[in-house]
């Protein structure tokens, strides 16, 4: 990849000073090796003129299924377990390694474009090896792995069920394909889907796995009062003091959600370091109900921020789920509180301290990924510029138009708004033809 | 204009029975003249096509004020009253005839790119003349008029201050100016800030006027329980008892906010058909609260959108709004609660009965005024599109960046995102140098 110079952007760094220059970066291979300053000795290969522009390192988001983004607008306006059972479920037990394929190509196109570099996804039961491949090709970066549950409750299609044995197995399989895949720009997690769906020596596998190789567990917890009643009843335990009580508790554990917590549950979230994820779109959509963020926050949990599904949001946007953070929580908490600058850290190194990557990641660093993203906010909608302040104008005014070139890993995979990597016209086609496909399976 | 045919469109007609229907529409001057079918005699002057792409009718905020739109991201994460003493009242104060010509214009231009052709704007006390200019070089529908505050308090201002016979006179001089400019496109509104800046002999002259002239009256009301407490201490009655004992709660009075009522208050607002403007940006950021519009609308009260003042959101974008809609209330009145489609019809017919304008705006009809806007949903974001409902698409999936042309009262003011009516960068550049004149005058 050679040198490339980003030239006189302002940069919103994100570092731990909250610095803001105008002036170059500097990338080497995949690498940031200047920021703000100039390097006489340094001849670039390519160089980008963004005068005028604002460079932001990409956006993190900790919690997406990509193997639903077939289904959006087509679950809407529904309750919870009706949406489960009478369309997310069928529609997963009726992909093939096609559809998630596409699946995956259609939300990572989604997501490039307004600005998100690095995801925590959670696939179907099967074809996951379909959704690396769609990871690979498109240049992102990105944590999955395979949904896990062999709790197999009367509701679920069969071909969703599976047992313990072959759970595991298929999830080791994925693990030592993928983890590690250029670079490490892919990695591996275990996803139990949530302990309802689980077995307890699924889970406890699970935890002896993720910490023999050193990689993350994701999974949803406490999104639902109904999840969190089936939760006692099968373990006698609220459902954060059973994770515990298993020992998954702990900084490899993300948990999407976290809506329902008692005090107890927010304090062993706290002296575990284990992580949690903000999904304010899906969480308003699905009538789950809005998480203490602000009190999480105050005790030092790390937050990160995710879109979960297309279904249930139905955007993979980050512009948007920042409002809806730096929104949400006002009316209760009051209007200084999530402010723009705290909701613009969530998005970005927050998010990268969530997966454990907050070296490589998440802010503009010399020695960081070149992970970075071009905003172009001379627009009527984000103006005026003289002297405003850059935090509010990006969580509050901008959004995904606003995104003109974005870098993972030091390549280009979207530049003017032309994805690089992705041919879309060829992805819309396919994915009209693929979800025709599912439908027809279903009926 | 002559002869207009918009060609094999999925047209959303927001008609009474929800028509959906694949087609052409034709536009003869200002006017729908054809919708679905086709027509051997007619024979247009401009053709579009709009294959694989869906047309609505424009969007109709019913809450703005353009006054605003300068201060942008420069009163974020504050509560209320510092925001209005420290910021909006200063900076209102400061204006000239043409940094409110450019706030009108700044905001006019994202309100267009972002699909809305009809306006209910309020104005600052002063400088009213030139936003009117604004709106009508713009070719944006509008009713407006410059704000009255008689009833001085300590913190205003002197810029903003002004007596009741001014304010009146003010009022009158701009509504015989203004209001019928352009075959209508144009009409004046009186606009009492709020009961709490205004004198009963204020009210009550222009309650008179308005049945005079048969115009609307716009103001705010119960937005803020710290207001509602002032009213009561200045009334000895709730605000909307107050209002309805001066004889002002009828159709023609459009009430933005209605976070705070109580059931006496609603069961007015009812009884007298007055409108209400729901703001769920604004309500949120400035932590007012969550205004009950599922039991105003089903009590039959008509109810609209309003993205409020750009320091207060900070867009002026209807997708925005729409989405904050279908999504808020579902935490408390459950998922299938304010579905894509009600939600969709606020934005447009349910506008249009607000501004007591439906005969003529807000759905695609024969006989309406020709204000359309052009979506290309054929994006990431938007997709699949196979068999996908359309109103969830438009609502929860699509966004400003997908509006490419839009036609208010006939005429074409953006086409291929390219508006007709302003230009875009001279606007940018002038609302810089504007705003940081007014930052001069305040400092």
């Avoid at 988001?61 to 919870?80: G, K, N, V």
């Avoid at 699924?202 to 567990?217: F, N, P, S, Y």
């Avoid at 660093?365 to 104008?393: C, M, Q």
Wanted: hydrophobic share 40%.
């Amino acid at each position: 990849m050679g040198n490339t110079v980003i030239r006189d952007a302002n940069i919103v760094t994100m570092d731990a000073a909250g610095t803001i220059v105008r002036g170059d970066v500097r990338i080497t291979d995949d690498r940031i090796v200047g920021v703000g300053d100039e390097e006489e000795h340094f001849v670039p290969d390519q160089v980008v003129e963004a005068r005028g522009r604002v460079l932001l390192p990409g956006f993190i988001q900790t919690h997406i299924h990509l193997c639903q983004t077939l289904f959006r607008s087509r679950a809407d306006d529904m309750e919870l377990m009706d949406w489960l059972r009478t369309r997310i479920w069928p529609l997963e037990a009726a992909h093939d390694d096609e559809s998630v394929y596409l699946s995956a190509l259609l939300g990572i196109g989604e997501l490039i474009q307004s600005g998100t570099t690095t995801l925590l996804d959670m696939e179907t039961v099967n074809h996951t090896d379909a959704a690396f491949r769609a990871m690979a090709q498109s240049g992102i970066r990105a944590i999955s792995g395979k949904v896990m549950m062999d709790r197999a409750g009367e509701d679920i299609p069969s071909a969703l069920q599976e047992n313990t044995d072959r759970s595991l197995a298929d999830s080791v399989a994925l693990l030592e394909k993928w983890h590690g895949y250029d670079g490490g720009r892919l990695q591996y997690a275990f996803c139990p889907r949530f302990v309802v769906s689980c077995t307890e020596r699924l889970l406890i596998t699970v935890r002896d796995l993720a910490e023999q190789h050193k990689i993350l567990i994701h999974t949803h917890a406490s999104e639902n009062k109904g999840e969190i009643e089936l939760v006692e009843k099968q373990t006698g335990m609220r459902n954060i003091v059973y994770l515990d009580h298993l020992g998954l508790t702990s900084p490899r554990l993300v948990l999407a959600h976290s809506i329902w917590l008692d005090d107890t549950e927010r304090t062993i979230i706290q002296r575990t370091g284990t992580k949690v994820t903000h999904c304010p779109g899906s969480n308003l959509k699905l009538a789950s109900g809005i998480a203490a963020v602000p009190a999480l926050l105050s005790n030092g949990v790390q937050v990160g921020l995710g879109a979960d599904g297309a279904p249930c949001n139905n955007n993979l946007d980050m512009f948007q789920e920042m409002r809806l953070t730096a929104m949400i929580h006002k009316v209760q908490h009051g209007p200084t509180s999530m402010n723009a600058r705290t909701v613009l850290r969530m998005a970005t190194i927050g998010g990268a301290e969530v997966l454990g990557l907050e070296r490589e990641i998440g802010s503009i660093e010399v020695g960081k990924k070149a992970d970075l993203i071009l905003l172009d906010l001379n627009k009527f909608h984000a103006f005026p510029s003289y002297e405003a302040d850059l935090y509010s104008r990006i969580v509050y005014a901008a959004g995904r138009g606003d995104v003109d070139t974005v870098w993972i890993d030091g390549h280009v995979v979207m530049r003017g708004r032309v994805m690089t990597t992705i041919d879309e016209a060829a992805v819309l086609s396919d994915a009209d033809a693929a979800i025709s496909r599912l439908l027809g399976r279903m009926a």
